[in-house]
């Protein structure tokens, strides 16, 4: 399992925040369940 950046849904492995566009919006990777979780 791993996480998704809510704003550019790329895959996030430490968890924390998007390296890509550094949001600390993201989300749950899951089959059926997207969770939004924020770190702040
Ligand atoms: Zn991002």
Do not use: Q, W
């Amino acid at each position: 399992m791993g996480y998704i950046c809510a704003k550019c849904k790329k895959k996030i492995r430490e968890g924390l925040r998007c390296t890509y566009c550094g949001s600390r919006i993201i989300l749950k990777e899951r089959p059926n369940l997207s969770k939004e979780i924020s770190t702040d």
